[in-house]
């Protein structure tokens, strides 16, 4: 399986940018599938998280009402579009994957931060 980001990119404070992430190699679509970030000397952080559908998002406080995430299962696509962006979220961004994880669990490993799969990251630069 593979994961693969794009979108990143550096914005001035208060603008705007829209990562994607292409899923390939799975058999059925990830139920869990998820944004984290680590900034240099920090910990990897759990951004956003999407359980199957938009009625099951879950976002770190630090981001809520700013960032959204959605998915497009028959394009095999995951995006976070970022709204509003601050210098503290500079940082390089992973896209990730549960695919077995049940609606509680894809929450619980979004604040871990424990997903199975992960793509090699997009940086994001905000100055």
């Known amino acids: 399986v593979q994961l693969v980001e794009s979108g990143g990119g550096s914005v001035q404070a208060g603008g705007s940018l829209r990562l994607s992430c292409?899923?390939?190699?799975y058999t059925a679509n990830p139920y869990c599938l998820g944004w984290f970030r680590q900034a240099p000397g920090k910990e990897r952080e759990g951004v956003a998280a999407?359980?199957?559908?938009?009625?099951n998002?879950?976002?770190?406080d630090s981001v809520r009402d700013r960032f959204?995430?959605?998915?497009?299962?028959?394009?095999?696509?995951?995006?976070?579009?970022?709204?509003?962006?601050?210098?503290?979220?500079?940082?390089?961004?992973?896209?990730?994957?549960?695919?077995?994880?049940?609606?509680?669990?894809?929450?619980?490993?979004?604040?871990?931060?424990?997903?199975?799969?992960?793509?090699?990251g997009t940086q994001v630069t905000v100055s």
């Open 68 to 120: 959204t995430i959605s998915r497009d299962d028959a394009k095999n696509t995951l995006s976070l579009q970022m709204n509003n962006l601050k210098p503290e979220d500079t940082a390089m961004y992973y896209c990730a994957a549960a695919p077995r994880a049940s609606v509680t669990s894809c929450e619980f490993r979004l604040r871990k931060p424990n997903f199975d799969d992960w793509g090699q």
């Open 50 to 55: 999407i359980w199957r559908t938009a009625d």
């Open 22 to 25: 292409a899923a390939f190699g």
């Open 57 to 60: 998002t879950y976002y770190a």
